[in-house]
Each structure stands twice: as C-alpha cells, then as structure tokens.
C-alpha cells in the first residue's frame, strides 16, 4: 500500500522550504488566490531539487479573500481561468526543468466543483486540454466528470473535517478544523481505510503543517505504508 502526501504551496508562506523535503506532491498557487510568478518559481526550484511533483492550483480570481469566496462565475469563465492559470504555471515550469503532473482547483472553486457539475466539467475540461490528471474528493462530481475525460487521484485531507456525506465542513462552522498532530493521523487513517484516497493533503498554510506532515509520515510508514508520488 502506498500514500502520497501532498501540500499547497508557492502561497507565500514561511512553510515551504520546510515542507518540500516531507512531501511527494506540491499544489503550486497559480497567481489567482495568492502568490505570483516569484512565489511559484521558488517552489517549482524546490520541488526540482527535493524531486517532488507539481501540480497547477488554480482559483477563482479572488485575492482579498484567499480564493476562499464562492463566486457566481459561468462555465465558460471557469474554463478560461484554469487554463490561463494551467498554462502560465506550464510555462514556469518547463524553465524551472520539471513538468506538471496533475491539476487540483483551490478553496471555494474546488469546493463548489465537488458538488456543482457546472464548475466541476470546466475544470475537468481545462484538465483534459493539457493531458493532466485530477486531484479531487473521491465520490465528488469532479470524479464523476473525470471519469472519461482524465486521470483521477481521490484525495483526502488530514487538517479539515468531514460531514457525513462526505464533503469538508465549512471553515466558517464550528469543527472545522483537525486540532492535533494525533488527530490528523487518525483521520488519515480512517480516509485511506474506508474511502481509498490515494493521496493526502496538509494545507501549506495551516501553522502545524509541518508537524501534522512529520507525524503522518512516522506513522504510515511505521505500519508499512509506502510514502511516495501517486502513479
């Protein structure tokens, strides 16, 4: 069995020299949400040195709320934004000397895209254009509009909570959030078990990233969980 550990990145925050060398997956933010050509290049060098892979993190166009607003925006407006995301990070990686693995929306996009077909089919789409798989919430609608279009990696996450049917409970409610190195490890545990997620996501801005990402790691791989990139 193996698991692929993953993080949002190039977001601006102190964390990620730290975390690249914990990780097998790095979301790198696209300029939409946060960051910016400076941001992602930094953490495409690193994820090239620290041999780990990357992938496009495109948002809704929403700066001043962290790309965490649920916006109103037509399919056709979805599509163009991923791709314009998708493509500049391409460009930035390819000088960087590594290539894109995968795509997986932000916040609020990636939210409304796990139940609403009309944002998911333009993500998936964008994704389809460049040949790149899909990281989304297993059972979701991106899953669903996948399924014949391109690759998709079931994702899971060890610092946010679920509702029973299966989506992340809002961070504007009450428990929303994993409060404990301990308690992530348990969730992450019970998200690999019974909903077969082949990949596990710590947010780069979470203030414990690094410790919840060094105890999940100890864990797995002390019950022989292999700790690499998904296939």
């Known amino acids: 069995m193996f ?10 925050y102190r964390h990620d020299a730290e975390l690249m060398p914990l990780i097998t997956t790095a979301n790198v933010a ?5 960051g910016g050509p400076a941001e992602a290049t930094a953490a495409l ?16 166009p929403d700066h001043d709320h962290f790309g965490r607003t649920e916006l109103s925006r037509s399919e056709r407006q979805i599509f163009e934004d991923c791709v314009y995301q998708i493509g500049a990070l391409a460009g930035l990686a390819k000088a960087a000397g590594i290539a894109l ?25 964008a994704a389809a254009l460049f040949g790149l798989p899909l990281m989304g ?20 996450y060890a610092d946010r909570r679920y509702r029973p049917d299966g989506s992340l409970v809002p961070r504007s409610e009450s ?3 994993v409060e404990t190195p301990a308690e992530a490890v348990k969730q992450a545990q019970w998200l690999l ?12 801005d979470n203030p414990q ?6 105890e999940l790691r100890a864990a797995f791989i002390q019950q022989g969980v292999e700790i690499r990139a998904f296939a």
């Open 137 to 156: 919430l297993p059972g979701s609608r991106l899953q669903s509009e996948a399924a014949a279009k391109c690759p998709f990696v079931a994702e899971g």
């Open 175 to 177: 428990g929303a959030f």
């Open 30 to 34: 696209c300029g939409f949400h946060a």
């Open 101 to 125: 693995s995968h795509v997986k929306p932000h916040g609020a996009l990636y939210n409304m895209a796990c139940r609403d077909v009309a944002y998911a089919r333009p993500i998936v789409n």
């Open 193 to 204: 078990r019974e909903h077969g997620i082949r990949t596990l996501c710590v947010h780069g």
């Open 45 to 60: 060098k690193m994820a090239a040195t620290h041999e780990v892979r990357v992938g496009a993190h495109p948002s809704f």
């Open 3 to 12: 698991l692929d550990l993953n993080c949002d990145l190039g977001e601006g």
């Open 209 to 214: 990233a690094v410790a919840f990402i060094k």
